[in-house]
């Protein structure tokens, strides 16, 4: 009984954390796949291995496949690119990032996930 209260203990405080913040709690990939689509990133965007094809048709608005980005850029550059802040090849991404610094993070992190 003495070995379970310590094991007790940890599930108890890892329950209070998901309580106290609801985003922790829903898997980071469903919760990254869900902001993308809702800052609808998948009008110009695809990531074939998660199921999003670009909405768009339009071969000059459509962007790259963003598979395998990891490879290409680290977080932080990312996350200025979608803030407006970095620029590629001369060009800043053409729309701001809308959702809170928590949001971004999340999504970032998913994208980084995202590989062929």
Known sequence: MKRLLPIAGLLVFVVAAFLANPAASEDNGAAGQK??????????????????????KSAAIKGPDLVN??????????????????????KKHKKKFSG?????????????MQKS
């Open 100 to 112: 809170s610094d928590e949001e971004l993070d999340t999504l970032v992190d998913w994208l980084l």
């Open 69 to 90: 980005l990891s490879q290409k850029h680290d977080k932080a550059w990312i996350e200025k690119w979608l803030r407006l802040e970095e620029t590629m090849n001369g």
């Open 35 to 56: 902001l993308f689509k809702a800052q609808k990133c998948n009008l110009c965007h695809s990531i074939p291995p998660a199921g999003i094809e670009a909405m768009t």
